[in-house]
């Protein structure tokens, strides 16, 4: 009962303080509960208007952009990746020792990578996987010890690794694709009840295997 009440509590409460920016944040949180990730965006934004360095309206906004864009079509997307990037980026800028937001915008480039690679654009993929990697690695590198990030890490190389094979350059890809492997091979070492990490095995290999075939 008190989630069927929670999106018109939010929705009274912010009309009734359009200036006040926790309202607009609670609105859009209850907006994304309910599934509304459009009018999400619209009272993030007003969030963002009413407190441009408040890292909490730039990470709903993030959110609300990451929930909208997996519901339009491939124009929209184009054009809100970027938005959706700018929101993260402002977030990590205001609170730099945030991690999980870091993490957050990682997984943003990595999404805005697949965007372009859908679009055909490898070059610019590559370096929206670059920009993912950068992120990821430098998590690892301050925990070493997550194995959450070092299997985002092995990912995002698995990523820069395709969009070199995609555009021809074999060696570079397999080169790629072996730094990844490692980091999964140890993974799963060190985790041989984890049934996820212990199947990214053979991930790497195949693709490995695609590309020493097709160099042949």
Known sequence: ASDKKALPNAEAFAKANPKNVDAQLWLTRARLQAGKAESAVDSAEQAVKLAPNNAQAQFWLGNAYGNYIGQVGMLSKMSMAPKLRDAYEATVKLDPNNLSWQSDLSTTFLRIGDVLTRQGKLSEAFEAYQGCYAIR??????????????????????KLGDALEAQGKHEE??????DSLEIRNLLAYQNPSNAILQSGIAINPEKLGDVLMAEN
Do not use: F, G
């Open 173 to 178: 890809a397999v080169k790629i694709y072996y």
């Open 137 to 158: 690695k430098s998590l690892v590198e301050r925990d070493s010890a997550n194995s959450i990030w070092q299997n985002d890490l092995s990912a995002s190389l698995s």
